[in-house]
């Protein structure tokens, strides 16, 4: 009965914003992403009715997530939109925060799709299901890769079940870990030196949430040790726990290489003057279409396979637009530049 559901997920971290689109996609939710609180006050103010619920992360840049539900609580009442903070904080005091702006429930961090689904119940009322609409359940084609029986420092088992078995997407956000962190521990060692206690305070949680989400269970349990001692401004032990999570990311950053090395092997020669000229645009605009109305990810990666056939038919800012709103997984919106596209080139896109 959530299957036409359409949520705002407001995460400001991309590798959490890919997990909880696939884990709420494959749930039957409809999703569209806001990168901070600021962006979600504006979703939210241009089309109040537009969505069920937002999924509101509380610590980001630009606009944090109390503000932003103040500011959205000023027009639109906890009825009329349930607001749900997301937050790896379990403290009594941080959740009375919350509650104190006008949110109506939380759920902890890394995302449970059952404990969601269960604020969501109390909170949305039932959607009638769109006969059209198809739930993707089993991953498509191409989507199932070899994938390592053992990573060291990742919970291999745990990180499927979370992500429903997707192993194209867990070895992704893996490898996005290391390329995104590769600087955050003395990101967190500068700040901690200079006592800029609420920087390493913001860097260390948003390590210890991505670290959750990729199921590094290790390192995630030494972030959150780490998070503790700066939040108590436990100085004395400090040393030791960063040495200790020196050792555990480094640990994680050698299984994303492994999964770089395995990806780069798997993947077909190329030269770089080869340009993709197969398939005809007509036809690869229709499936891309398809994705994008699925709310699928396979679709970035089709389109990323598939752009230059695209651009050699179709106005270069337009694919500019496209590529924009595909990378911020804004299907939605693409798919409005996509249909666009196929105007300009007479094809038929079927509503």
Partial sequence: MYKRTRLLLVEDNHINQQVAFEILTNAGFLVDIADNGLEAVKAVETDSGKYNAVLMDIQMPVMD???????????????????IAMTAHVMKSERDKCYSVGMNDHVSKPIDIKE??????????????????????????GEQHSFPDNLPG???ESGLKMLGGNKRLFRKIIIDFKRLNINTLTDIETALQRVDYRLAGDLIH???????????KRLYGVVKELESMVIKENMEGIPECLKRMENEIHTVFESAQILETLTQESEPVST???VDVSGDPAELIIQLS????????????????KKSSLMSVS????ISELTNNIDKLDFEGALLILKDIAKSLKVILEE
């Fill in 290 to 305: 398809n994705l994008l109305k699925q709310n699928s990810l396979q679709a970035k990666k089709y389109f990323d396979g």
């Fill in 154 to 156: 990742i919970d291999i």
């Fill in 315 to 318: 106005d270069g800012i337009k």
């Fill in 65 to 83: 997530g109390i503000d932003a539900t103040k500011k959205i609580r000023e027009k639109i009442t906890s009825e009329e939109l349930p607001i």
């Fill in 272 to 274: 770089e003057t080869s």
């Fill in 206 to 216: 948003g390590l210890k949430g991505v670290a959750g989400n990729i199921s590094a």
């Fill in 116 to 141: 969601i689904c269960d604020a969501l119940i109390k909170w949305v009322r039932p959607v009638k299901p769109d006969v059209n609409y198809v739930m993707r359940t089993e991953p498509q084609q």
